[in-house]
């Protein structure tokens, strides 16, 4: 008897790793390009920012000279807002909400492949200024007039405007791709009020990018047409007015806070009730500080322009302490969270934990500079410096490393080395806190931002110097995350499907998930089904026991 | 896929995919929204210039006055026009009139290309350049990104129309064409604000 086969093997036609990564459209690949490649663009970033602690270490100018130090600040801020925090976090809700909705992919899974492509021709452009005679050296906010082709001729600025440009329309369109996903893609059963928080975070996030970034983009053009062809939007000259880069770039660089930190909120608020076994304390409550927060994001930009004179103080004085009450809420749902749960004390518990402290340090300093008569003598000093990295840094970056030790076994099914991973955080928490702990006080000294000297009679060096110690601790620290990713690769523990008994739907496939992400779904009645599907069992017992006494008897 | 979840996706109601509004369609108003918030921030450029300049508002002195005839006011009515002939092609594959809806498209698509042709030749009658002046530099930035628009429109108008012509567009699969509509619609209104504020609230 003849047998034949009639249909090619599923897979038969293969093509090489490198062709399948880099066409690739499945929401799962792309969410770990997008994770590597912030993640070089994290180390570039950093090596910059060892740059600027090694000059400021002592008084006097040992290694660069001015400009250097001027492009190497600018770079570490541009890229590390707009090339690590906010791609590494998307690269996450790309791999993580389609999983946590049930769905098969993202609403528009090549839009999601070319957002991504954006990001490293974007960086590089940015990044390019270098090779052609320096790259951009204003700052990160990059104010005009400092920024106008007077002051800053070169080609750097002219490329950071472009290579912003291409990422800023990344992130719209991957916005647009998010917040279609979330709308359009849930399975059935996943009402709104049942979405993970992760998703509900990402969904004011992508609804932020994706109505305070075309604003920037308007202004970066508005910039590039004053530099290059003769316009005068910022030129006092032609009567045009500096102030207005100003506030388009705040109107945007305030919901951009919260971009950053609203989906780190989202991890945190995923890792907390899975490590202290309970359910997230107040769910509805955080659901709508979570939409507060996105709607008061867009009512407090000039709080960054109190100085200019040109700003309504008390307005936007009272916006900014506003914010602080939906914060609030959101710290006393974790608190309530942890309050007598039986916690684990893992690696990315501990790092959610580390977010809680250190965000609730950078919140109050904060709160501190929303008051104009503190924002009057901490404008532009270390003390800014120290309240914008416990929230990007002490906030954003804990939660991006809560999310990598938490979401690394749903990824790749092996599990980071406990041990390394809790060096990491010990030599990270204390080496953040070394670095930017004294910057408060030499703020509140006088010592003024983007500087690359100091007098040595100013009384600034020894936090100065703690200050670089710290840094490069930080800098340490990834030595054992790195050994560790290695190491894991190797020879990881193979931990199955679900190794941290997780509630939401993402456990609930296999690790990692097939393309397509489920074979089947389990019913969602809740806002953990994973969880409800681990207990079933105690459900159908619960509902087998005769009613208790006086309830259902009229 | 496994035979599970064919089985699985077999007793799913379609219901469940195609409840509400099409996906495309939700991306492009999403997308839209977006582009409302960049003209936003180029209105906002326009009216914060105007608001602090110290001179007088308008083209710089060697310049001839800004005239709504008999360039602008023309090319608006076709724009305006092109707005009914889009909505029209939409209504006519709605109901599976495909003929219509080709015609009616290709309509929409001359008249913008009419309008783009207009305003390049108002450019070059204007007597006042980018560089001259923050009237010149937010006029040009304003109506030059609306071309712009216009020009993308017209390109997915092109699009549609060479779709049709391969015959895929029917009564209930045309989704494209409400999506390029509803931008078209969107660019239309923007010029109105455009119009609006450079010729007459200035």
New interface residues.
């Given amino acids: 008897m003849a047998t034949t086969t009639l249909a090619p093997r599923f897979g038969a036609f293969r093509r090489s790793w490198v062709w399948d990564w880099l066409t690739t459209v499945d929401h799962k690949k792309i969410g770990i390009l997008y994770i590597v490649n912030s993640f070089l663009f994290f180390l570039a970033a950093g090596l910059l920012a060892l740059v600027v602690r090694s000059e400021l270490a002592v008084p006097g100018l040992q290694f660069v000279n001015v400009q250097t130090y001027n492009q190497a600040f600018t770079m570490h801020g541009t890229i590390m807002v707009f090339l690590f925090v906010v791609p590494v976090l998307s690269g996450f809700a790309n791999y993580i909400v389609p999983l946590m909705i049930g769905a098969p992919d993202m609403a528009f899974p090549r839009v999601n492949a070319i957002s991504f492509w954006f990001l490293p021709v974007g960086g590089l452009l940015i990044f390019s200024g270098y090779l052609v005679g320096g790259a951009a050296a204003e700052g990160w906010t990059l104010y005009t007039p400092l920024s106008g082709a007077a002051y800053a001729p070169g080609y750097g600025t002219d490329l950071w405007l472009v290579g912003l440009t291409l990422v800023g329309t990344a992130s719209i369109l991957g916005s647009v791709n998010f917040i279609a996903t979330i709308f359009k893609m849930r399975a059935p059963g996943k009402t709104l009020f049942r979405m993970p928080i992760f998703v509900w975070t990402m969904l004011v996030t992508a609804t932020l990018i994706l109505l305070a970034t075309p604003v920037l983009a308007a202004g970066m053009i508005a910039l590039l047409i004053d530099r290059n062809y003769g316009g005068s939007f910022f030129d006092p000259a032609a009567g045009g007015n500096p102030v207005l880069w100003q506030h388009i770039f705040w109107f945007f660089g305030h919901p951009e806070v919260y971009i950053v930190i609203l989906p780190a909120m989202g991890v945190v608020s995923e890792v907390l009730p899975v490590f202290s076994r309970k359910p997230l304390f107040g769910y509805r409550a955080f659901v709508f500080a979570t939409i507060a927060i996105g709607f008061l994001s867009f009512s407090v930009w000039a709080h960054h322009m109190f100085v200019t004179g040109q700003v309504f103080l008390p307005f936007f004085a009272f916006m900014t302490a506003l914010i602080a009450v939906p914060t609030g809420v959101k710290m006393f749902n974790w608190m309530a969270t942890l309050w007598r749960g039986s916690i684990s004390l893992t690696t990315p518990m501990l790092f959610a934990i580390g977010f809680l402290t250190m965000f609730l340090i950078g919140g109050i300093s904060g709160v501190m500079l929303s008051s104009p008569p503190i924002d009057f003598h901490l404008q532009d000093t270390y003390f800014v410096v120290a309240h914008l990295h416990y929230v990007f840094f002490g906030g954003s970056v804990f939660g991006v490393f809560a999310a990598t030790y938490y979401w690394f076994p749903k990824m790749f099914g092996r599990r980071l080395n406990e041990r390394l991973g809790k060096i990491h955080f010990a030599m990270h928490f204390i080496g953040f806190n070394l670095a930017f702990f004294p910057m408060h006080e030499l703020g509140i000294q006088g010592m003024p931002r983007r500087i690359s000297d100091y007098s040595a009679t100013a009384g600034w060096t020894e936090l100065n110097l703690l200050s670089t110690l710290g840094a490069f601790l930080i800098a340490a620290s990834i030595l054992p995350f790195l050994v560790n990713l290695v190491a894991t690769f190797i020879n990881g523990e193979r931990v199955g499907d679900d190794p941290w008994e997780g509630n939401t739907l993402e456990w609930a496939t296999s690790s990692p998930p097939p393309a397509y992400n489920f074979d089947v779904l389990p019913p969602i009645r809740s806002e953990r089904p994973v969880f409800d599907l681990r207990h079933r069992h105690d459900a159908e017992h619960l509902a087998a026991e005769p009613h208790p006494p006086g309830e259902g008897e009229a | 896929?496994?035979a599970?979840?064919r089985a699985?996706a077999a007793e799913?109601p379609i219901s469940?995919r195609e409840a509400?509004m099409p996906?495309p369609l939700?991306?492009m108003l999403?997308?839209i929204?977006?582009?409302v918030?960049?003209?936003?921030?180029?209105f906002?450029?326009y009216f914060?210039?105007r608001a602090?300049?110290?001179?007088v508002w308008g083209p710089p002195e060697s310049a001839p006055e800004l005239e709504i005839l008999p360039i602008a006011l023309p090319i608006t009515i076709v724009l305006l026009a092109s707005s009914f002939t889009m909505q029209f092609g939409v209504w006519a594959i709605r109901r599976g009139d495909h003929r219509a809806m080709t015609r009616w498209v290709a309509l929409t698509l001359a008249l913008g290309v009419t309008f783009l042709i207009g305003q390049a030749y108002d450019y070059t009658t204007l007597g006042f350049?980018?560089?001259d002046?923050?009237f010149g530099?937010?006029f040009y930035?304003l109506t030059g990104?609306h071309g712009a628009h216009v020009f993308g429109g017209a390109v997915g108008l092109t699009i549609l129309v060479a779709r049709a012509r391969a015959g895929q567009f029917n009564a209930r699969h045309h989704v494209a064409v409400e999506a390029v509509s509803i931008y078209w619609h969107f660019v239309d209104l923007v010029w109105v604000a455009l119009f609006t504020t450079l010729y007459f609230l200035r």
């Fill in positions: 896929m496994t599970r979840t699985a799913l469940h509400g996906t939700v991306g999403l997308f929204a977006s582009e918030m960049f003209f936003g921030g180029l906002a450029a914060n210039s602090s300049y110290a001179g350049g980018l560089s002046g923050l530099t937010v930035t990104f």
